[in-house]
Structure formats: C-alpha cells, structure tokens
C-alpha cells in the first residue's frame, strides 16, 4: 500500500539525505554518456523505433481490462517561443464532460493541463487517457494533453517552450470551453512532469530567457507531478545507486539515449544548472511563489530522492505539498504496457484529484484502500 500523507508530506530525513550518500565523483569521472557520440541521425532513428513500438503498447494497453474514452477533439497550437516557430505545430488532445458539448452550458469548469510522459523521446497525450477519464468523471474538467515536439529533433529547450506555448493558448480559449481560469491546473507524468513544472517556472519570469510572451498569463491553481526528474546535475550512475533496487530502475541504454538526445550539445553536469532543465533547483524565492503541489512517487525509482528532496523543500518553506510514494513499484507503474494496470493506478489518480478537490476548497471523501495490496 502506498503512503498517505493528507495535506504536507512528511519525509524521513535520512532517506532524503540518501542520495548525497553517494558522494559526487570528481571532474574528471564524470560519466561518460556513449550516447553521446552517436549521430544524431541514428540517435533518431533509435527513438523513432521506441516511440512506434511505445504507441502499439499504448494502444493495446489503453484497450486492457476497462477501455479508455477517446479524446473528444484534437486541437492545434502555434508554436512561438522556440527557435523552430510555426502555425499549428503542436496539438493537444481534448476530453470533455458530456454536458459541457451544449453551447448553452453556462457552468464554468476547471481544466487540467496534461503533458506525457516518455523520456522526452516518445509519446502521446493519449497516453494519459486512463487519468484524462479520471478528471472527466470525478472532477467535471476539460483535460487538455499535450503533444509537445520530441528529442532528438528537437531538443531542450524547444518540448519547454512548446508547452508554454500550449499553457498560453488554451488559456485564450476559456470561453469557448467554459473553463473557471480560476480553477486552472497543471499535472505530467515522468519527463512531463519536469515540463509542467519547467513551464510554470518560465510563467513567472519569461524576461529570464528573454521569451516575449503573446498573451496575459494564467493564474495556475496547482501543480500534480508523477514521478517526475527534477534534477539533471545528478548522473544517471548517481541515482541508481541511490535506489533502494538499481536492478528495477531504467535501463543504462534507455537512460543514455534519452539524456543524449534531449541535452544537445552535451553539457557536462556541473553545467546542467538551468532550471527549465532543472526545476527542482528553483529558488527559494520561486518556492515561496509555487501554488500547491502534489507528488506520487516510486519507490523502487532512480527519481524518487531527488523527489523527496524537493517535497521536503516545499514543507520547510510553509508550501502546501502532499506526498505519496508508492511501494515495491518501479517508474511508470502506472503505465505497464501492454497490459492493463493494477488497481493501485485508479486509487492514486483518486488521491490526487481529491489533493486538487481539497486545493478548490471541496469536501474530500475518505477513499478506501486499493484491494489486493
């Protein structure tokens, strides 16, 4: 059964710490990513093979035990912060309450912003579907999921830049999906998880990065991250032999393709330090300025210290933050592809709309816990 911790996580500081148990290596050992010296050309075609293979298992996972609901539309985005600049580049895939179809519904609805996950290489905003249903049934929202452009074509920080773009203009359409801009809300799972948090990040201070944004900016309600990396000046070795299981965590050869493919040119770690790279090395000053925030967590996960260590950040700086750290699961348990997933998925995406519920000053209801655990 997974930690419940209600409204602040509470982490052992020993486990936070566990991570820097693993001293930092020297300049000169850093590692080695082989990947690196690959072509970009093979890089490619690498990813081009995971991410057809990803989407048939996605297609057949969706379609295990309870079939998913289609998206209701398919909408497209300009593109106009990134270097590679465009009409109608980006889509984002669109579930709506049924009652929300009529023109005339007058009921202002809260939306989730949604971007996947997939190491930045491969995936698809259906591949969230399962918790895009959740929303839809359990909290009456518009789901937006995005389908930001992919690495190795285009590397950080275009898929950062594409999902603010996204933010930006379904912001602009409020109206025609009766959306409560009050009641806006941000959520990603593994990769898209750091963008969720990378794009609020760029929200708050575009002038940063010198971005000139088109239009105003929403006011975000609060942020849900799955499993999310948050800190790239750790090496890959770093983090598996921080976790508990190193044998259950990414492969090298994944893991390797992936950081190759989004961080192009390469920078050596210590250099990794921007923080739409890096979200979880935000400032205190960014903290302070966070809406709440909701973290699930693996257990068995080369991302879950660098996760903890961010949770305990929000705690100590007041930020309401709840934690949930699954057990015995690896990354993306939630997306076992082919297969259908566990009966732990539907109560954690539970949990955490009831987080966003309790964040819009509703009533939570207690929730049972998942059987068979």
Request: aromatic share 8%; glycine share 6%; hydrophobic share 40%.
């Amino acid at each position: 059964m997974s930690e419940d911790t209600k409204t602040t996580s509470k982490v052992d500081a020993a486990e936070v710490l566990s991570i820097h148990d693993v001293a930092p290596p020297p300049v000169e050992a850093d590692y080695v990513n082989p990947a690196e010296k690959t072509p970009r050309w093979l890089l490619g075609a690498h990813a081009y093979t995971l991410r057809f293979l990803a989407g048939i298992g996605f297609k057949i996972g969706n379609r295990s035990g309870l079939p998913t609901v289609s998206p209701t539309e398919t909408i497209w985005l300009d593109t106009t912060l990134s270097k590679w600049k465009g009409k109608q580049t980006i889509s984002a895939n669109v579930w709506r309450p049924l009652d929300s179809l009529q023109p005339s519904s007058a009921e202002k609805r809260p939306a989730i912003i949604n971007f996947h996950g997939g190491g930045f290489i491969l995936g698809y905003g259906t591949d969230d579907s399962r918790w895009a249903e959740s929303l839809v049934n359990n909290l009456g929202a518009v789901v937006f999921s995005v389908n930001y452009r992919l690495a190795p074509s285009y590397p950080f920080p275009t898929p950062v830049e594409d999902c603010v773009d996204a933010i930006l203009q379904i912001f602009q359409l409020a109206d025609r999906y009766n959306i409560d801009t009050e009641r806006i809300i941000l959520s990603g799972f593994s990769a898209g998880a750091t963008l969720a948090t990378s794009s609020w990040i760029v929200l708050q201070d575009p002038t940063r990065w010198d971005y000139e944004l088109p239009t105003s900016v929403p006011k975000i309600a609060g942020i849900v991250l799955y499993y999310p990396p948050l800190d790239w000046t750790l090496d890959r070795p770093q983090k598996r032999k921080a976790c508990a299981r190193p044998d259950l965590t990414l492969p090298s050869g994944l893991t390797d393709l992936i950081d190759a493919s989004y961080v192009h040119p390469p920078l050596p770690r210590r250099e990794r330090t921007d923080i739409r790279l890096s979200p979880g090395l935000m400032s205190d000053e960014l903290i302070d300025r966070l809406p709440p925030v909701h973290l699930c967590l693996c257990e068995y996960d080369m991302l879950l210290a660098e996760g903890k260590l961010f949770a305990e950040r929000l705690e100590n700086r007041g930020k309401t933050v709840s934690t949930r750290v699954v057990e015995d699961e690896k990354h993306a348990w939630d997306k076992p592809l082919p297969l259908s997933p566990k009966n732990t998925v539907s109560f954690e995406y539970d949990i955490a709309i009831a987080a966003i519920k309790s964040w819009f000053g509703e009533a939570q209801e207690n929730l049972p816990a998942p059987e068979g655990v």
